[in-house]
């Protein structure tokens, strides 16, 4: 058979593909609707081949027009400002349409241009929102953080003035743990801080928020080695937990009532915040009519979970609901979702969803005793989000996995009766549904497509029938750069009988009486999946599709361990993080593909990943050195019994050592084999460049070669520095892989 032979411009096409650069490429495969009259109606900005579009859409009327004419307003705005403008690449970003008029900010102003005549002129607005404030629902008010306490302003006559008082740097209100709160990232935006954790009441009459304790949390520091300022290098402590320490960060619960002036405590123990502020999480919310807040706290062995209902005028607290397990009792799949909690019939039910029969359900309980009411779904398949409780109905819409034979991971609107009768699927094929529903709840915007097929996003009724039509995917300029669908597979786990779902990436130009060598491109969860059944990539795919584009082979796979599924399959990671998501999964999907598919080299088989995923291509290359011989670490979590608390207790359990020095690369350096590039920013606040260089003393201690890269301005994403840290790793695997 022929080899492979790198031409440069794959390194260009391989470019175009990277994350910041692939959203140019796909034309209208997703929308952010924009809700008007709490969703009656609403309106987006798209992307298309003229340019930019902004949409307006009446589901009632089955509309869907453009929310001005775009030639015109350019003309009228340019004449009105004395600037330039370009009516495919309008100077604003959003916009409020009125009916006879669209206001919007363009040019240091607010404008207000009709639609009758298309004459437009200053009008009476503020500048565009500050993103570190958090608008009341009324929007008559703001609250933001001053110092370390919470603060509101009038937007209608500035007025200002504080919530809290007796805010410090150990009890920070509004604030998330340091690493969140305070990144590097967030001060490259130019901004100070992340928003405040504060929730709005209904009525916009009080502020949920939380008092954040960290006193004697661990200090870790970093080193920022160039400072803007230029001067001398500066010390960055933040407080971070490690897993089996006393202290961590703790969210004291407080309403803050505007019209009272007063602060009322809940009036129980703080909760623990290991990650993030609950606020952020959603695991804190309003009652509808603002007669309460509930709240989910869970224990720190993970094992019990509990819904609370606080008082928010006396501070009292009564526990709703509590459930146990023998291994993570998890609101939903994954900590990203949103819980899938939701009170009902004004507080007297509950729906609840839980994965004790082994798959991911919804239960109904009574609200004040108790109780539960009975199990609302059930079957070997797996809610993974609530969409809508029509209470009149008696009726829950929600979206499920596990329906479709053909991939398991594939997801359905589904409805079903609170009393468990009368399931059935609302979207009748065999997509991969993404699914947006407004407050109101009226229909639900639902974006269709698999692996191969790009979306098709349509505003439908409850019903399922197609309301209008929103966008067809255009993917012409991302062909053009040689890019063709990855192909979806189905193997057999290292267990010989559990089916495993991933994705194989074909080199540009593919030609199959070539040997090419082969990347894999983890991402171990177990929070999170590698492979998206959808068109959208996810988070990784574009590193996948850029590395394919170099001329490699590369497969990505999500092996046992990781969400989407059973509790069964995804406690296979429980308290076995060492295994990286299924490790012996990648290498048993290797072999199955390769013995069919003559074109991938297995003898020269490289790996890459970023954070876990850095962990898993350095674990990959210890435990399986015959496998792999060639990788790249980027950011890896290589200790992680000297990584955050939060991760390490929720997937390893409580810390012993035995169980924690498993899931140590840092221990087996020694057995290093093939070629290894290590990569981590110098201001990494969530994964401490420590980690790396822990990693690097024992290699050096082992009389290993390796190569690494220290990035001094990056944090974890290497924001700003994507370019440069993407071609070093190609670089890296051209090198010693072709």
């Known amino acids: 058979m022929k080899t492979a032979r790198l031409d440069a411009s794959a390194y260009q096409a391989a470019e175009r593909l990277l994350r910041h650069n692939r959203g140019g490429l796909v034309l209208g495969d997703r929308i952010s609707p924009q809700w008007i009259d709490g969703g009656a109606r609403f309106w987006y ?13 009446d589901p009632e009327a089955s509309t869907r027009e453009p929310a001005f004419d775009h030639g015109r307003l350019a003309t009228a705005l340019a004449a009105a400002s004395g600037q330039d403008v370009d009516a495919a690449a309008l100077p604003f970003g959003a916009i409020a349409p009125t009916g006879e008029a669209v206001e919007f900010d363009a040019f240091g102003a607010h404008w207000r241009c009709s639609l009758d005549g298309y004459a437009c002129e200053k009008a009476a607005g503020g500048p565009p929102g500050d993103p570190i404030e958090v608008p009341s629902p009324d929007r008559k008010s703001v609250a933001f953080r001053r110092g370390h306490d919470i603060w509101t302003r009038s937007l209608e006559d500035g007025r200002e003035r504080a919530l809290t008082s007796d805010g410090d740097v150990d009890h920070d209100y509004g604030a998330g743990p340091d690493f969140f709160m305070y990144s590097s990232m967030l001060k490259k935006l130019g901004l100070p801080h992340a928003p405040p954790a504060v929730s ?21 520091h970093l080193v920022e080695s160039m400072p803007d300022d230029g001067g ?41 915040m290991p990650v993030m502020s609950p606020i952020f999480m959603k695991w804190a919310w309003w009652a509808e009519d603002g007669s309460a807040v509930y709240y989910l706290n869970r224990s720190r062995d993970m094992r019990t979970l509990r819904l609370h209902r606080l008082d928010p005028g006396t501070g009292e607290v009564t526990t709703v609901l509590t459930e146990t397990g023998d291994t993570r009792v998890e609101p939903s799949q994954q900590p990203a979702q ?22 991911g359900h919804l239960y109904l309980y009574d609200a004040h005793s108790g109780e539960p009411l009975g199990q609302v779904t059930s079957g070997r398949w797996a809610v993974q989000e609530i969409l809508h409780v029509d209470e009149a109905r008696r009726m829950v819409y929600f979206v499920a996995s596990g329906l479709v034979a053909a991939d398991p991971y594939r997801r359905s609107v589904c409805r079903i009766g609170l009393d468990g009768s009368g399931f059935a699927r609302v979207t009748g094929d065999d997509l991969d549904h993404v699914v947006i529903v407004p407050d109101s709840g009226g229909y639900f915007i639902d974006s269709a497509s698999v692996t191969d097929s790009p979306p098709l996003t ?38 010989g009988r559990t089916d495993i779902y991933g994705v194989l990436y074909r080199p540009h130009g593919f030609d199959p009486d070539r040997r090419y060598p082969v990347v894999d491109h983890p991402y171990p969860g177990p929070q999170a999946n590698r492979v998206s059944p959808s068109f959208d990539p996810g988070f990784f795919g574009p590193d996948a599709e850029a590395t394919a584009a170099l001329g490699f082979v590369v497969m990505a796979v999500d092996g046992r361990g990781t969400p989407g599924r059973s509790k069964e399959f995804h ?47 350095v674990r990959a290359m210890l435990d399986f050195p015959d496998v792999f011989k060639v990788g790249v670490s980027e950011a890896g979590t290589h200790d992680n ?26 221990d087996i350096a020694g057995r290093l084999e093939g070629k290894l590039l290590l990569v981590h920013g110098g201001l990494d606040e969530n994964v401490s460049p420590h980690l790396t260089l822990r990693l690097v003393d024992r290699l050096i201690a082992a009389g290993k070669d390796f190569e690494m890269l220290v990035v001094p301005g990056a944090e974890h994403m290497f924001f700003g520095y994507e370019s440069y840290v993407a071609r070093r790793r190609w670089d890296f695997l051209v090198r010693h892989l072709m």
Request: a neutral charge.
């Open 45 to 57: 900005a798209v992307d298309a081949s003229g340019g930019r579009r902004f949409v307006l859409v």
């Open 200 to 220: 709005w009441s209904p009525d916009s009459r009080r502020v949920l928020t939380h008092r954040t304790v960290q006193r004697g949390v661990r200090q870790t």
């Open 232 to 272: 001398a290098p500066r010390l960055l402590t933040l407080r971070q937990p490690f897993p089996g320490d006393d202290r961590l960060p703790l969210a004291e619960l407080v309403v803050l009532d505007l019209a009272e002036g007063t602060v009322v405590p809940a009036r129980t123990e703080a909760a623990a």
């Open 338 to 359: 949103r819980p899938m909690v939701r009170v009902l019939s004004g507080g007297k039910e509950l729906l609840w969803y839980s994965q004790r029969d082994g798959w």
């Open 458 to 495: 349509t505003v439908r009724g409850w019903d399922g029938r197609v309301v209008v039509e929103l966008e067809r995917a255009d993917i012409t300029r991302l062909t053009a750069t040689g890019w063709t669908p990855p192909e979806r597979f189905r193997v057999k786990a290292a267990d």
């Open 571 to 617: 406690d296979a990671s429980y308290r076995r993080l060492a295994d990286a998501g299924g490790l012996a999964d990648h290498v048993a999907a290797l072999e199955q593909l390769a013995a069919t598919r003559p074109w991938m080299d297995l003898d020269r088989v490289g790996i890459f990943g970023h954070s876990g995923g850095g962990f898993a291509a």
């Open 641 to 666: 019994r000297y990584y955050t608390l939060g991760w390490g207790e929720t997937y390893d359990g409580p810390y012993d050592e035995e169980t924690y020095a498993r899931a140590s690369n840092v």
